[in-house]
């Protein structure tokens, strides 16, 4: 995944949900209300019910700088330690 400036973008953000296995696929170029939005589901699932998340990021080509701060901020939160990260590196 690589980082861009705001104003630079790639193609659009796309958010699939398996809500029965608890795991969110995103794709395509990251921003930060995308984050945010991305971030909102996963705390859902995990007050629906999930003991483990699965936030699979392989898909995404592009993210802005400020993006992956949002994400990181879920072990921070009451989600902490229930979520598995996938392809954020």
Do not use: F, K
Request: glycine letters at 12%; charged letters at 15%; hydrophobic letters at 45%.
């Amino acid at each position: 995944m690589t980082a861009t400036h705001p104003a630079r973008t790639g193609p659009a953000l796309t958010e699939a949900v398996d809500p029965v296995a608890g795991v969110v696929r995103v794709s395509g170029h990251l921003t930060v209300q995308g984050a945010d939005l991305v971030r909102g589901t996963v705390e859902n699932l995990c007050r629906l019910g999930h003991a483990r998340v699965v936030l699979d990021l392989a898909g995404v080509q592009t993210a802005d700088d400020g993006a992956l701060p949002v994400l990181q901020a879920l072990r921070d939160s009451p989600a902490q330690g229930r979520v598995i990260l996938l392809g954020a590196g």
